[in-house]
């Protein structure tokens, strides 16, 4: 089966910037969409950004023009590149993937655990 593995979490100021990475392993066989959704608390799950296996982009008004998302479909991995953070983007980051296992036909959808993301003023 599939797992999500996010990192590069942490606590930082405001301003400063955090670099989230998700990889993915097990018995892949090609990765769909990708994306990278949060939660803060009291909140509900949102989409922060998204990304095609072509490489078009999506972003969350909130965000555009500081966060970037890109990928390296050769280690099946997605990246968020989070500029001029603010304390208002505090929450929990979660990994989003569409895989294909290896030999099937379907795709299927699947979550990493999460990483805390943590911006003080």
């Known amino acids: 089966q599939v797992q999500l593995v996010e990192s590069g979490g942490g606590l930082v100021q405001a301003g400063g910037s955090l670099r989230l990475s998700c990889v993915a392993s097990g018995r892949i066989g090609s990765t769909n969409a990708m994306g990278w959704y949060r939660q803060a608390p009291g909140k509900q799950r949102e989409l922060v950004a998204s990304?095609?296996?072509?490489?078009?982009?999506n972003y969350a008004d909130s965000v555009k023009g500081r966060f970037t998302i890109s990928r390296d479909n050769a280690k099946n991995t997605v990246y968020l590149q989070m500029n001029s953070l603010k304390p208002e983007d505090t929450a929990v980051y979660y990994c989003?993937?569409?895989?294909?296992?290896?030999?099937?036909?379907?795709?299927?959808?699947?979550w990493g655990q999460g990483t805390q993301v943590t911006v003080s003023s």
């Open positions: 989003n993937a569409d895989i294909r296992l290896t030999f099937a036909i379907a795709t299927a959808n699947y």
């Open positions: 990304i095609t296996s072509r490489g078009s982009t």
